[in-house]
């Protein structure tokens, strides 16, 4: 499956999303450390995660953190900071639907803002992928844009229109809810609106 970022360029995709978010941690990942003891937490994978807010953070609050991401020039962002700040996070490069990693060796998964980047006809196969390398009772923290008011998305987004059918994809792929399926607004662009979800492998 050929991947499509920002404007269709890697290095361009890269700079564009570094200098929108650069490494303050999302939501997800804040609940991710408020719910988790790392000391009895195993791997937290960050998949998708660009250059690594989220998975450099999590390392920094004592988790075992993975991040996996196909663009390369994120992941010269993530290991160069992680150099720098001494952190020891597992860089992967690599993308869904198909992830180098063994069954149920995960513990949680913090799906970020990724699951819009995947094309419709491979959202399910990915989260299936997802639940494959969590542990049983595993946790996935997911989000995925749903519309922008009164702007157009770019090309390469494929967001999830409706709450029902971000909920029936994880259901489809294995996952059950924990919780009530919550629609977000981005705290620095109010216009983008998005679901996100905590779910639980289901056994």
């Known amino acids: 499956m050929k991947l499509s970022y920002v404007r269709d360029l890697e290095q361009e995709g890269a700079e564009f ?7 303050e ?14 000391e ?13 807010r989220e ?3 999590l390392a ?3 988790f075992l953190s993975i991040l996996v991401e196909p663009n390369k020039y ?3 962002y993530a290991k160069k900071r992680a150099k ?35 094309p419709d006809e491979h959202k399910l196969e990915s989260l299936k992928e997802i639940y494959r390398i969590l542990k049983p009772q595993g946790t996935l923290y997911s989000t995925s844009f749903g519309y922008w008011e009164g702007h157009t998305m770019p090309s390469s987004i494929h967001p999830i229109a409706k709450k029902q059918t971000f909920l029936n994809l994880h259901v489809s792929a294995g996952f059950k809810p924990r919780g009530k399926i919550e629609k977000r607004t981005d705290s620095t662009e109010s216009y983008e609106k ?3 979800g905590i779910f639980q492998k289901n056994l």
């Open 17 to 23: 999303w570094f200098k929108r978010v650069r490494w």
């Open 25 to 38: 941690p999302s939501e997800a990942a804040k609940k991710i450390a408020q719910e988790n003891d790392p």
């Open 40 to 52: 009895k937490t195993g791997y937290v994978a960050d998949i998708g995660g660009g250059h690594g």
């Open 55 to 57: 998975a450099l953070w």
């Open 60 to 62: 920094e609050q004592g």
């Open 74 to 76: 994120s992941l010269r």
């Open 84 to 118: 720098n700040k001494r952190l020891n996070v597992h860089l992967i490069n690599a993308a869904l639907p198909y992830l180098p990693m063994r069954s149920e060796i995960i513990d949680v998964v913090d799906f970020y803002w990724t699951l819009h980047q995947i």
């Open 194 to 196: 998005f679901w996100y």
